[in-house]
């Protein structure tokens, strides 16, 4: 059916940010209360992060995973879904391409799980984008508000941590206050967070992205356990050797969408992107050779993903 607020439907998706906080004004108490909470710095054991792109849904008894995560969203905004009766919840990291099917696939995956729970409702969070000087997250922001609407069933916005509600200003740039979540599938609670470790293979992962793949890919089977990558082919980025002969200022100007507010790391994570997309320009035919995901599953000692095959 539709968006609901206060489980009431909206007869139409709000049309921008603006008009969202002015017709409710509680999402701004609700943001308020997310960023007062102190950021978590998540460390890789029980962790599944998640790459702009991607999703992964899992549910509260799933002994391999205890936090959902993703950050570095500057314009970019994190969607966490769950379900009230049964627990599962999903994230995905989005931009303004593949929105509509990332949603799709998110509601389709949390329904899947919550089957044989007749009680319970969807409740949507959107954490991340602020008020960029080129309204990257405007756009973001509106996509997956009709994305959502259109979708043919009530989900309730709960929190909307987003643009001028996720705005500061330093040195009279405007900054995006929260760049990541944690999300505990045990409990359902969500936390501003950073994640020093991201999983395996992140400079393949982000060089889908990098290279324009649209699909918002899901990476993980919680019936298994099995964190998946793949397979998947990119197209070649013409002039990456004459990309990595650049500076890391000219790297962070042309590669970013803001780039006066990208984390220190920024350029170094995109060099070493730019390194693998150079040796690595067919990914269908040197990364997958035999057409088939690679495997991670949690090590019982360590707590890390280690490669698995079947």
């Not at 909307?160 to 330093?170: H, S």
């Not at 999983?199 to 089977?221: C, F, I, K, M, W």
């Not at 990364?287 to 690679?294: A, G, K, L």
């Amino acid at each position: 059916m539709v968006l609901c607020v206060n489980r009431t439907p909206l007869e139409e998706a709000p049309s921008d940010m603006t008009t969202l906080f002015h017709m409710h004004p509680g999402y701004r108490d609700s943001a308020a209360v997310l960023i007062s909470i102190p950021t978590k710095v998540v460390g890789p054991v029980g962790l599944l992060y998640v790459m702009e792109r991607e999703l992964a849904v899992t549910v509260p008894h799933d002994k391999n995973v205890n936090i959902l995560g993703t950050d570095n969203a500057t314009t970019c905004i994190i969607v966490v879904l769950r379900h009230t009766g049964s627990g599962a919840v999903g994230i995905t990291h989005l931009h303004n391409v593949g929105c509509e099917d990332g949603v799709v696939t998110l509601i389709e995956r949390v329904r899947e799980l919550s089957a044989g729970f007749p009680e319970g409702r969807l409740e949507l969070n959107l954490i991340g984008g602020f008020a960029d000087s080129r309204n990257y997250s405007e756009g973001v922001f509106q996509g997956i508000m009709h994305a959502f609407h259109k979708q043919p069933l009530e989900v309730d916005l709960i929190i909307a941590c987003v643009g001028e509600a996720n705005t500061t200003v330093r040195a009279g740039v405007r900054w995006p206050i929260i760049c990541g979540v944690g999300v505990n599938n045990k409990t359902g609670e969500i936390f501003p967070a950073t994640f020093p470790d991201r999983g395996p293979e992140v400079s393949l992962r982000l060089a889908r992205h990098l290279t324009g793949g649209h699909q918002v890919l899901d990476v993980y089977d919680c019936s298994s356990g099995l964190h998946r990558i793949g397979p998947f082919n990119y197209e070649p980025l013409r002039g990456v050797d004459l990309w990595l002969e650049q500076s890391d200022e000219f790297i962070l100007q042309h590669l970013s969408t803001s780039p006066e507010v990208e984390p220190p790391h920024f350029s170094t994570m995109i060099r070493q992107t730019l390194k693998y997309i150079q040796d690595h320009p067919f990914p269908a035919i040197t990364v997958f050779r035999d057409n088939r995901p690679h495997y991670y599953k949690r090590d019982e000692i360590t707590g890390m993903w280690v490669p698995f095959r079947f």
